[in-house]
């Protein structure tokens, strides 16, 4: 070992920046496309991200690996996995589908996270949900083909810790949109 520093992989773990992108156990092949273009691994890179793992659901699209050698982006991928809450906890940032499951499980770890609505769900209340979140600053919201402007844009260091219980204004907000009546 040098006066410089160490090579024995503790000082390379410290400095390894996860993102982790989810799609739940739906398809969103646009998320997983638009993650695995160059644009969006460039801004992550841009931000000081060194890893991307990609989970791809039931989808068909299939993102590149790289083994990060090149000083790029390391990326790697898989279909599902028994326990996301690992992948969650071990992220920096997390890109995740708009389903409210993993939602909250990343604001609950207190994790930056960008949601990527699928605008092709029909009577998609997954939009009012992030939008409403993203409004209050808990999250940032993005749409597939905005994900790497939303990336360049965003200041994690900005966004608002969610305190759970505070779902109270959220939920009223959907039912009143739901038109349920008030209580």
């Known amino acids: 070992m040098g006066e410089g ?13 996860t993102v982790f992108v989810t799609v739940g156990t739906t398809s969103f092949d646009k998320l997983v496309m638009a993650a695995d273009t160059d644009q969006v691994k460039r801004e992550l890179r841009n931000k000081g991200y060194t890893h991307l793992v990609i989970q791809m659901g039931r989808g068909s699209y299939i993102p590149q690996k790289n083994d990060g050698e090149d000083g790029s982006l390391v990326v790697d991928y898989f279909t599902f996995s028994p326990s996301i809450a690992d992948h969650l906890k071990a992220s920096s940032l997390v890109i995740s589908h708009a389903g409210s499951g993993s939602i909250f499980e990343t604001l609950r770890l207190g994790k930056p996270l960008v949601v990527v609505v699928n605008e092709d769900l029909m009577d998609n209340h997954q939009i009012e949900l992030a939008e409403e979140l993203a409004e209050r600053k808990h999250l940032y919201c993005a749409r597939p083909q905005t994900l790497s402007k939303t990336i360049a844009n965003m200041d994690v260091e900005s966004l608002l810790p969610y305190v759970p219980g505070d779902a109270t204004p959220v939920v009223k907000h959907i039912n009143r949109f739901l038109g349920f009546p008030e209580d």
Do not use: A, V
């Open 5 to 17: 520093g160490s090579d024995d992989g503790f000082s390379r773990e410290l400095s390894k920046r």
